[in-house]
C-alpha cells in the first residue's frame, strides 16, 4: 500500500515538474538549465544562491515560480542600513484597553514566509546577513528568547551582482556553505534577447495557473529523500569532494596549485540529495554517476576557494570543477 502511494507520489511529481516549467516558459525565455537546478534545489529541500548581473530577469524568474506553486512568496532588499530585526521581525508593546496592564507582541517579519527572496544579501553587513542563517538550516527564528518556526515548504533564493563590489559584504564561506546551489545566471543568446525583447514590450500578459500546493511540495520533498543511491554512487560524490581539498592524499596535483579551501561535508550531501532529486524528476528510480556530474557546478562552485596562483592564471572556480571531473575516476 505504502509503495503504491509512493509510485503515485513519482508520478505527481513528474507531472508538477513538467507543468511548473511550462508555465515559465511562458515568463521565462531560455534559462532551461537554471529553471532546473531552482527546482531540483526546491524538492531536495535546499537554499539557492543566484549570482547574474542586472536585468536577466532573477527577481521575475522567483516570483513568477511563487506564484506557480501557490506558496507565500516576500521580498527583502538588502541594504546597508538593514537590521536583523527588519528580516526577523520585531516585539512591540501593546497596551490592554480595558485592564491597562501592557504586554509584549511580536509582529513576524518577512522571513516568515515559503519562499523567501534575499534580493542583494551581499550589501547589507555580516549582523543582518547572519539573520537568515538559524531559519536556513533549522527551520526556526529565535527573538527575545523565543522561538517562532517558519512555515513549511521554506526555500530562500539570495541573488548577488557579481560587477559592483564597491559597499558590498561578501558572505563569509559559512553563510555560503548553507546555500544548496549557487546558481550563475549569464546573458541570453541572441535569439533569446531578441524573444525577451518583443515579449516584453508587447501588450500580452500571460497567464499562470497554479499547479502545487504547500502540503503536496512537503510530500513531494519527502519521497525524494527515499531515492535510492548505491555504494557506488556516494563513493563517487565523497572521492569528488575530498579532491577539492588540497591537503588531501587523493588531491589530484592542480588542486594543491590553485585551491586555499577545498569543500566540507555539507557538498557530499548536496550531490546526493541534488542527484536524487534530479533523477526523480527525470522519471527514474535510482541515482546515476551523471546526476551527480550533472550538479557538481551549482554544488561546489561557492565551497571552493580559489588562491592567489589561481587568480593570476586567470582560472576561476568553474574551469577547476571542470577539471576535477575529468581528472575523478568514476570507478576505483
Given amino acids: ?100 496592564k501592557r504586554n509584549y507582541r511580536f509582529i513576524k517579519g518577512p522571513i516568515f514566509a515559503n519562499i523567501v527572496l534575499a534580493d542583494e544579501i551581499n550589501r547589507t553587513p555580516p549582523k543582518t546577513q547572519s539573520a537568515l542563517l538559524q531559519s536556513m538550516q533549522e527551520y526556526k527564528i529565535t527573538v527575545a528568547g523565543q522561538t517562532y518556526p517558519v512555515p513549511l515548504p521554506f526555500y530562500v533564493l539570495s541573488t548577488q551582482n557579481p560587477i559592483e563590489q564597491e559597499g558590498t559584504y561578501p558572505l563569509p564561506e559559512a553563510q555560503l556553505d548553507r546555500f544548496f546551489f549557487q546558481i550563475n545566471i549569464d546573458y541570453p543568446s541572441d535569439k533569446e534577447e531578441k524573444e525577451i525583447v518583443l515579449q516584453t514590450t508587447g501588450a500580452y500578459k500571460p497567464e499562470l495557473t497554479k499547479v502545487l500546493n504547500a502540503k503536496e511540495i512537503i510530500e513531494l520533498q519527502e519521497i525524494v529523500r527515499k531515492v535510492p543511491a548505491s555504494d557506488y554512487v556516494v563513493d563517487y560524490a565523497v572521492r569528488l569532494v575530498r579532491a577539492t581539498r588540497p591537503k588531501d592524499a587523493s588531491a589530484p596535483e592542480f588542486t594543491k596549485q590553485w585551491i586555499n579551501w577545498g569543500a566540507g561535508p555539507r557538498a557530499s550531501q548536496t550531490l546526493i540529495l541534488g542527484a536524487k532529486a534530479r533523477a526523480i524528476l527525470n522519471n527514474r528510480y535510482t541515482v546515476s554517476i551523471e546526476d551527480i556530474r550533472a550538479i557538481a557546478p551549482p554544488a561546489l562552485r561557492h565551497r571552493v576557494v580559489l588562491n592567489f596562483h589561481a587568480e593570476a592564471e586567470g582560472i576561476n572556480t568553474n574551469e577547476v570543477i571542470k577539471k576535477l571531473l575529468e581528472t575523478v575516476k568514476t570507478e576505483l
Fill in 1 to 100: 500500500m505504502a509503495e503504491k502511494k509512493d509510485l503515485e507520489l513519482v508520478e505527481k511529481l513528474v507531472a508538477g515538474h513538467k507543468s511548473i516549467v511550462e508555465q515559465l516558459k511562458k515568463i521565462i525565455v531560455g534559462q532551461t538549465e537554471v529553471i532546473d537546478e531552482l527546482l531540483i534545489a526546491l524538492f531536495a529541500r535546499g537554499h539557492c544562491m543566484i549570482v547574474g548581473v542586472p536585468g536577466l530577469a532573477k527577481t521575475l524568474l522567483i516570483q513568477s515560480l511563487a506564484e506557480i506553486i501557490d506558496l507565500d512568496f516576500k521580498r527583502i532588499q538588502f541594504t546597508p542600513d538593514l537590521m536583523p530585526s527588519d528580516i526577523t521581525g520585531t516585539e512591540v508593546i501593546e497596551e490592554d484597553q480595558k485592564t491597562g
